[in-house]
């Protein structure tokens, strides 16, 4: 009896076998699958926030190119209207400075 059933439980057990192998090849595949996806996602968030961190770096950039050139077009006014007052009165330009003439020139600094 048993050299009867031991072929059949062979089979029987090799194609159990095989389908559990089947599986388990199967559940790899799609775990490397959707691995693989999940890294191309965090990979494109990732520059994706570059992207955005760089753009708003040029911004800051620019913003701060603007406010130097404010700066340096209100010194060169300042100097400016000071080359022109002491152009319109050189011997008042060479008297010592009041205490107000001296807090607008340390400002002006």
């Known amino acids: 009896m ?8 062979a089979t ?3 194609k159990i076998g095989l389908a559990v192998a089947a ?9 490397l699958i959707r691995r693989d996806a999940v890294q191309e996602a965090n990979a494109e ?11 708003a770096e040029r ?3 620019d913003a701060e190119m603007a406010r130097e050139a404010a700066r340096e077009a ?3 006014e300042a100097r400016a209207s000071l080359d022109d007052a002491v152009a319109a009165d050189p011997e008042a330009a060479a ?5 107000v003439s ?4 340390e400002r002006l600094k």
């Open 2 to 9: 048993i050299a009867v059933l031991a072929p059949m439980l």
């Open 12 to 14: 029987r057990g090799a």
């Open 23 to 31: 599986v388990v090849l199967l559940a790899l595949a799609v775990w």
């Open 59 to 61: 911004r800051a950039n």
């Open 45 to 55: 968030r990732v520059a994706a926030e570059a992207q955005e961190s760089l753009e």
């Open 74 to 76: 209100r010194q060169a």
């Open 95 to 99: 008297k010592p400075a009041g205490r």
């Open 102 to 105: 001296r807090a607008a020139a």
